[in-house]
């Protein structure tokens, strides 16, 4: 199952690589949260529906809500997508970077099976990587000093 949706994603990343964009850009937005070299390494894509792998499979794990929800982003290894009218909707935008990171520290296939583990025992609002990546987007609204973020997602993953 890890595979058949690590493959879809590699696909879905490929099928966007046009629209990708680096978040380089947010290097002033994000400074003293996210290091430049992290987000250089991160995109983001502009989409008008969020692309989801709609397995069967998934649902008979208990995934449908996820699955038929809504959101305004979604994170796929080093690439996210947002929905259009959220481009400038930073908190969104640092969210799913935290993501990112924790895509990085598990690897692939890890978060993968941990993310769907999650979403069946906890649901959306309730999964502990999803509480991590509130914990710190609130902070950042709050303008909170994150003393080296990605370090501190890593010790808490
Ligand atoms: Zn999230």
Known sequence: MQNQIEAWIDETIAAHSHLKKSCAC????????????????????????LPKPNFPELRDLGLSDFLDAEFEGITYKNTYFITKGHERNMSLHFHELVHVQQWKLLGASAFISRYIQEMGSYGYMSAPLEIMAYDYQHKFERKETISNLLHSIAIEM
């Open 26 to 49: 947010f290097e002033r937005t994000f400074q003293g949260y996210y290091p430049f070299e992290f987000l250089e390494d991160s995109y983001f894509v502009v989409v008008d529906k």
